[in-house]
């Protein structure tokens, strides 16, 4: 027996020694490729007469995820490609003499507006070089077509959908819902506009709300109907007439009104481009994968000391340590702590792409950044979002660049609490306190909130407010009385954020960063990334669970219901930004 069990226990063993040595195999390669790829960078490895494939159908970041070998043994590939594989395999298939064009294609691309619009700007820039750039797409977004209107010829399939209509945006609103369930939000909060909670507090939108909403939607048309316009020599108010009356709705309708410029399968497609490249259609098209010529948006150069740090501040602002989707205080203090201690690095950009979060966090990363005053140049660069806790953590920078379809201000304060005492009285749950003084208990799901304790987080919540109305004010220079006219929770885009003072200048990242060379003082640069995350087995394991996870519950109704408990999972106060705001 004790044979049979030594026996058992070596061969599991066996196989758990195996796994492990099969993930550092997988782990050893994957490091080894990377470091061929950095080295070789700098080479040339396409083929003459060849064309950058650049398939943006997928979902973007601003940073390139960490390579986790365990996504390899499994079917959970996260899909998610970084701006900077993005950015930086245009810039390189620019200079390249043996890439003479691009195959786009962007028709269901999952990123943001802003990051959307910084792609296309780089596309434009490519344009300058004489080179074409080529689109298809079998169905179109208006997100997708945005991008592809700066090409030369956008093709589509002939049976392909494309519906140009306009900006819109959904709230859900749960009052009615709350009273027959018997499971409601308290809310307490700071700010007219600050609507986070408003769907818990009624069944219709506030005129406050709407109005936010509907300049925000303008905003980000005017830009995309404005540039539109511009690149495909149609007018602005025939763009406008076209959404007005659903006058595009598929591809031949699309190509009817100059949207598009021509109908084709991909093969035919492909055909197009090779006649653009002069070769025979029976000839192979040599295409180069953005992936595969890119490390970095800009080469590192050895010879070069000088270092500008570029600084990925990307998810929702929670108390804890910070990974490459949630921010955290730990991790960016860190990377502060860092780039000041570092002679080499003498500037930093900070890039942001958040909703906000953690109210207390933010405080903590805002005076974090605040040790770079008068000792290096720091520079705000907004993604996507970067509003409420977002924006907070960018008040203090020495300049802040925002897209004209960024999301950005929402200064204001909410705190939310769940109670499921209709429900529990429903169900025959009776929940019984005893205590020493009458405000002893403070919060309880079983109960609705105490006069004690309103008054308490109402008087944590208005001192959170001024102090983040004077945060603004102290980087931004402004008086408290114009800061609390822009203040009160509104969300501004980009363009409007620059016109009352809370951006100085419209720009991508690029931009920011050559701002901050301009403000070091700097003619020659490497940029660096920070946080620097270390990827642990355990973080490998998660990391690979998550995906895991997010393909097995992919549910169409998932964005009813995550709004909902979003409130729920938060902790302590928040400043952020109204729900979750998507323009589609």
Same mark, same amino acid.
């Given at each position: 027996?004790?044979?049979?069990?030594?026996?058992?226990?070596?061969?599991?063993?066996?196989?758990?020694?195996?796994?492990?040595?099969?993930?550092?195999?997988?782990?050893?390669?994957?490091?080894?490729?990377?470091?061929?790829?950095?080295?070789?960078?700098?080479?040339?490895?396409?083929?003459?007469?060849?064309?950058?494939?650049?398939?943006?159908?997928?979902?973007?970041?601003?940073?390139?995820?960490?390579?986790?070998?365990?996504?390899?043994?499994?079917?959970?590939?996260?899909?998610?490609?970084?701006?900077?594989?993005?950015?930086?395999?245009?810039?390189?298939?620019?200079?390249?003499?043996?890439?003479?064009?691009?195959?786009?294609?962007?028709?269901?691309?999952?990123?943001?507006?802003?990051?959307?619009?910084?792609?296309?700007?780089?596309?434009?820039?490519?344009?300058?070089?004489?080179?074409?750039?080529?689109?298809?797409?079998?169905?179109?977004?208006?997100?997708?077509?945005?991008?592809?209107?700066?090409?030369?010829?956008?093709?589509?399939?002939?049976?392909?959908?494309?519906?140009?209509?306009?900006?819109?945006?959904?709230?859900?609103?749960?009052?009615?819902?709350?009273?027959?369930?018997?499971?409601?939000?308290?809310?307490?909060?700071?700010?007219?506009?600050?609507?986070?909670?408003?769907?818990?507090?009624?069944?219709?939108?506030?005129?406050?709300?709407?109005?936010?909403?509907?300049?925000?939607?303008?905003?980000?048309?005017?830009?995309?109907?404005?540039?539109?316009?511009?690149?495909?020599?149609?007018?602005?108010?025939?763009?406008?007439?076209?959404?007005?009356?659903?006058?595009?709705?598929?591809?031949?309708?699309?190509?009817?009104?100059?949207?598009?410029?021509?109908?084709?399968? /991909?093969?035919?497609? *492909?055909?197009?481009? !090779?006649? +653009? #490249?002069?070769?025979?259609?029976? %000839?192979? =098209?040599?295409?180069?994968?953005?992936?595969?010529?890119?490390?970095?948006?800009?080469?590192?150069?050895?010879?070069?000391?000088?270092?500008?740090?570029?600084?990925?501040?990307?998810?929702?602002?929670?108390?804890? /340590?910070?990974?490459? *989707?949630?921010?955290? !205080?730990? +991790? #960016?203090?860190?990377?502060?702590? %860092?780039? =000041?201690?570092?002679?080499?690095?003498?500037?930093?950009?900070?890039?942001?792409?958040?909703?906000?979060?953690?109210?207390?966090?933010?405080?903590?990363?805002?005076?974090?950044?605040?040790?770079?005053?008068?000792?290096?140049?720091?520079?705000?660069?907004?993604?996507?979002? +970067?509003?409420?806790?977002?924006?907070?953590?960018?008040?203090?920078?020495?300049?802040?660049?925002?897209?004209?379809?960024?999301?950005?201000?929402?200064?204001?304060?909410?705190?939310?609490?769940?109670?499921?005492?209709?429900?529990?009285?429903?169900?025959?749950?009776?929940?019984?306190?005893?205590?020493?003084?009458?405000?002893?208990?403070?919060?309880?799901?079983?109960?609705?909130?105490?006069?004690?304790?309103?008054?308490?987080?109402?008087?944590?919540?208005?001192?959170?407010?001024?102090?983040?109305?004077?945060?603004?004010?102290?980087?931004?220079?402004?008086?408290?009385?114009?800061?609390?006219?822009?203040?009160?929770?509104?969300?501004?885009?980009?363009?409007?954020?620059?016109?009352?003072?809370?951006?100085?200048?419209?720009?991508?990242?690029?931009?920011?960063?050559?701002?901050?060379?301009?403000?070091?003082?700097?003619?020659?640069?490497?940029?660096?990334?920070?946080?620097?995350?270390?990827?642990?087995?355990?973080?490998?394991?998660?990391?690979?669970?998550?995906?895991?996870?997010?393909?097995?519950?992919?549910?169409?109704?998932?964005?009813?219901?995550?709004?909902?408990?979003?409130?729920?999972?938060?902790?302590?106060?928040?400043?952020?930004?109204?729900?979750?705001?998507?323009?589609?």
């Amino acid at each position: 027996m004790n044979f049979f069990k030594s026996f058992l226990a070596s061969l599991l063993g066996s196989f758990i020694a195996l796994g492990l040595v099969a993930i550092f195999f997988f782990m050893g390669i994957a490091a080894l490729a990377t470091s061929l790829n950095f080295e070789q960078s700098g080479t040339t490895w396409t083929k003459e007469n060849s064309v950058l494939d650049l398939d943006l159908n997928t979902e973007v970041r601003d940073r390139s995820q960490g390579y986790n070998p365990l996504e390899d043994l499994s079917d959970f590939d996260s899909g998610i490609i970084g701006m900077d594989k993005i950015i930086g395999s245009i810039k390189k298939a620019k200079k390249d003499e043996n890439i003479k064009g691009i195959k786009l294609k962007s028709g269901s691309i999952g990123s943001g507006w802003a990051q959307a619009r910084e792609i296309r700007n780089t596309l434009e820039d490519f344009k300058t070089s004489g080179k074409f750039i080529y689109s298809y797409s079998d169905n179109m977004s208006q997100k997708g077509y945005y991008v592809s209107s700066v090409a030369d010829s956008i093709f589509m399939n002939p049976i392909g959908m494309m519906q140009l209509k306009g900006l819109s945006s959904e709230v859900l609103y749960y009052e009615d819902f709350q009273n027959q369930y018997g499971v409601k939000m308290e809310v307490i909060r700071h700010g007219k506009y600050k609507s986070a909670v408003e769907p818990y507090l009624q069944d219709h939108m506030s005129n406050e709300n709407r109005l936010q909403i509907q300049s925000l939607l303008d905003a980000v048309w005017e830009t995309f109907r404005d540039e539109v316009s511009q690149s495909r020599g149609i007018k602005s108010a025939s763009i406008d007439e076209l959404a007005n009356d659903l006058g595009v709705n598929d591809a031949e309708e699309a190509l009817a009104h100059g949207i598009i410029d021509g109908l084709a399968y /991909e093969d035919d497609f *492909e055909n197009k481009i !090779k006649e +653009a #490249l002069k070769i025979d259609s029976n %000839e192979g =098209l040599n295409e180069v994968y953005f992936g595969d010529i890119n490390v970095k948006v800009q080469e590192y150069d050895k010879e070069i000391d000088d270092r500008i740090a570029v600084i990925y501040a990307q998810g929702p602002i929670f108390n804890t /340590e910070g990974s490459a *989707e949630i921010i955290g !205080k730990d +991790a #960016l203090n860190k990377a502060f702590d %860092e780039i =000041l201690e570092s002679k080499k690095i003498k500037a930093a950009v900070l890039r942001v792409d958040s909703p906000g979060g953690d109210a207390l966090t933010s405080e903590i990363i805002l005076n974090a950044s605040r040790a770079f005053k008068g000792k290096k140049p720091l520079v705000v660069s907004m993604g996507n979002v +970067a509003a409420s806790g977002g924006y907070y953590i960018s008040s203090l920078a020495d300049r802040i660049f925002a897209d004209p379809m960024t999301i950005t201000g929402s200064i204001g304060v909410l705190a939310a609490f769940p109670n499921i005492r209709g429900m529990t009285d429903k169900i025959g749950i009776n929940a019984e306190h005893v205590t020493t003084h009458k405000n002893a208990m403070g919060y309880s799901v079983f109960e609705s909130i105490s006069k004690g304790f309103k008054k308490s987080t109402t008087y944590s919540i208005e001192k959170i407010y001024y102090t983040f109305k004077s945060r603004v004010a102290e980087g931004r220079s402004l008086s408290m009385e114009t800061v609390e006219e822009i203040a009160q929770g509104r969300v501004w885009s980009g363009k409007d954020a620059v016109k009352n003072g809370l951006v100085d200048t419209l720009g991508g990242l690029q931009e920011a960063i050559k701002s901050a060379a301009k403000l070091a003082e700097l003619d020659k640069y490497n940029l660096v990334d920070y946080p620097k995350y270390e990827e642990d087995f355990e973080s490998m394991i998660l990391g690979a669970f998550a995906q895991a996870q997010s393909k097995l519950f992919e549910n169409p109704l998932e964005k009813y219901t995550s709004e909902f408990i979003e409130l729920s999972l938060m902790e302590g106060i928040q400043t952020r930004i109204p729900y979750s705001i998507k323009m589609e």
